[in-house]
């Protein structure tokens, strides 16, 4: 597995790679400055070194939508061996489960989604693509979230809520009601900016 980013989540993405046996073989990254994570080389992006599947290792949901769009091939999962991930739920091309998250039953889970440390997604749920999950966020039960959107750290969203599209739920936030689409979300209850 090859991985598109060389930063701190892409350490945390190694870790997990590590922790299911999958061989980690490099990394790419623009910055000509970064040659090394750890015993990883990393060298800029060449279609002709990239085995069958790459896990872009980027935060920023916008940016890992680009390059998703940029690049040929397949791609990979993630899931740490500590993630309670339920059987009958979907996790679709590259997204990322970290350790203690939590998916439960008949949950769907889009492309390149970020499901960070312990945070839970409840039965019924569906994420859209390019989704991050802070770590500690908690979505109850028949959530939807819109592309690209980021709940932060600790949120907690109560059933059946609708987040649109690349909308930013805060730390903390607790979110009662529906989030239109390109919405600032904050405080408890979470209102919109």
């Not at 749920?125 to 966020?137: G, Q, T, Y």
């Amino acid at each position: 597995m090859y991985l598109y980013g060389a930063g701190g989540h892409a350490k945390v993405i190694i870790e997990i790679l590590q922790s299911t046996g999958v061989p980690v073989e490099g990394l790419f990254d623009e910055n000509p400055d970064i040659k090394q994570i750890w015993q990883y080389p990393v060298m800029k992006y060449a279609p002709a070194l990239v085995s069958p599947e790459i896990i872009i290792s980027i935060g920023k949901n916008l940016i890992r939508k680009k390059i998703a769009e940029q690049l040929p091939g397949r791609f990979g999962i993630a899931q740490h061996q500590r993630a309670n991930i339920s059987p009958t739920a979907m996790i679709a091309e590259g997204t990322v489960v970290m350790a203690g998250a939590t998916i439960n039953a008949d949950a769907l889970i889009g492309r390149h989604c970020i499901i960070n440390t312990n945070a839970s997604v409840d039965h019924e749920c569906v994420l859209e693509d390019f989704v991050h999950i802070s770590p500690n966020a908690a979505l109850c039960g028949n959530v939807r979230v819109g592309e690209g959107t980021h709940i932060g750290a600790g949120a907690v969203v109560i059933p059946g809520v609708v987040i649109g599209k690349w909308a930013v739920i805060g730390a903390g936030a607790v979110v009662t009601k529906d989030i239109p689409d390109l919405s600032l979300a904050v405080g408890n209850p979470a209102r919109k900016r």
